[in-house]
């Protein structure tokens, strides 16, 4: 079965208010396109792209405020992407933009040229952090927004960041608790990185501010999306993508980048569902074979097979095998003690 296709076209910056202080989206994605270059940035994409479906190809307006953007801009965007869905290329578009900036006009808009999702950049549900990373809403405002998104049929992503300034551990997964209440259809999760020309780059630079290490940010991110797919939400994407910043290593200052994040996010869920599995379950045996999915046996051996060597380590084992195993689901294994 074929995944969804998001096909990114980036308005940076482009309605947003003001500078967050995280945020260099020039640096990310480069300079704001125009309604004139959609249609070529679309095409080169999907050219590049393996084949779909066109119901599950979906342009997405990222980078800026698209609800804020000057509102006959935002009619030329979408003119412009819809044709898109006219000639039978793509099957919807989505947008990105801020909780607070939802007038009723920019909705009927999004409705009139068949934008299917709105995702809002929330970043935090904890007022006092957003203050800090001079976001300009409230947590109130994403309360609001996903109600009103949710009343006029679209579906809603929220965004969130892990490791924001004066966001702790508890503050972080408060604001996974009050998402999940909030039942978006969607959630991504990004982790806080140090970008050259931001706020954020001069507080690093004066010790006022330490990123998350990689290693705590993977634990984080790994009992993050368990708690969302445990509430039947699904997580769209864990870290940014690889393009822009990931080709140009010179913005980035520190953080956890990384380009493989989903992949150690996943690897260490599968570690510690196994870790479960094998608490409960310890005969006297020093060989185990582990049936896993066969998409996903590679999260289960772990970066450099290093899941294995801590379950050996663990439980005293001596071997351990994984198999592929049909009609087994993503974190569902079976255990053969040899």
């Not at 396109?33 to 599950?56: H, I, N, Q, S, Y």
């Not at 994407?237 to 994040?261: N, Q």
Request: glycine residues 8%; proline residues 6%.
């Amino acid at each position: 079965m074929s995944s969804r296709l998001v096909v990114p076209v980036f308005v940076s910056h482009r309605g947003c208010p003001q500078r967050c202080l995280f945020c260099n989206q020039r640096a990310i994605a480069g300079p704001s396109l125009e309604p004139g270059d959609v249609a070529r940035e679309v095409l080169t994409f999907l050219a590049r792209a393996k084949p779909r479906p066109k119901e599950l190809v979906e342009v997405a307006f990222y980078g800026g405020s698209f609800t804020a953007i000057d509102h006959e801009l935002q009619r030329s965007f979408l003119e412009e992407a819809h044709s898109l869905i006219e000639e039978g290329l793509v099957g919807a578009l989505r947008v990105s933009t801020r909780p607070d900036s939802l007038p009723d006009e920019s909705l009927d808009l999004l409705k009139r040229y068949r934008v299917r999702t709105v995702e809002l950049g929330a970043q935090s549900m904890n007022d006092r952090v957003l203050a800090e990373t001079q976001r300009g809403h409230s947590a109130q405002d994403t309360r609001h927004g996903v109600s009103v998104l949710k009343e006029r049929g679209f579906f809603v992503g929220v965004q969130l960041m892990a490791g924001l300034p004066g966001d702790t551990r508890s503050s972080f997964f408060r604001s996974v608790n009050e998402t999940i209440s909030l039942a978006p259809d969607l959630v991504r999760i990004y982790p806080t990185l140090v970008l050259e020309g931001t706020g954020l780059a001069e507080r690093y630079r004066e010790g006022s501010y330490l990123p998350l290490p990689l290693d705590e940010t993977v634990v984080l991110l790994a009992r993050a999306v368990k708690m969302f797919e445990d509430a039947n939400i699904r997580v769209a994407r864990l870290g940014l993508p690889l393009f822009g910043v990931f080709s140009r290593p010179e913005y980035i200052l520190a953080g956890p980048a990384h380009p493989s994040l989903g992949y150690l996010v996943r690897a260490r869920m599968a570690l510690s569902a196994l870790v479960a599995f094998l608490d409960e379950e310890r005969p006297a045996a020093v060989s185990l074979a582990i049936g896993a999915s066969s998409r996903h046996i590679s999260e289960v051996r772990g970066p450099g097979n290093s899941n294995l060597d801590t379950l050996k380590a663990k439980f005293s084992l001596e071997r351990i095998e994984v198999i592929a195993r049909e009609g087994l689901e993503r974190h569902e294994y079976e255990l053969f003690w040899r």
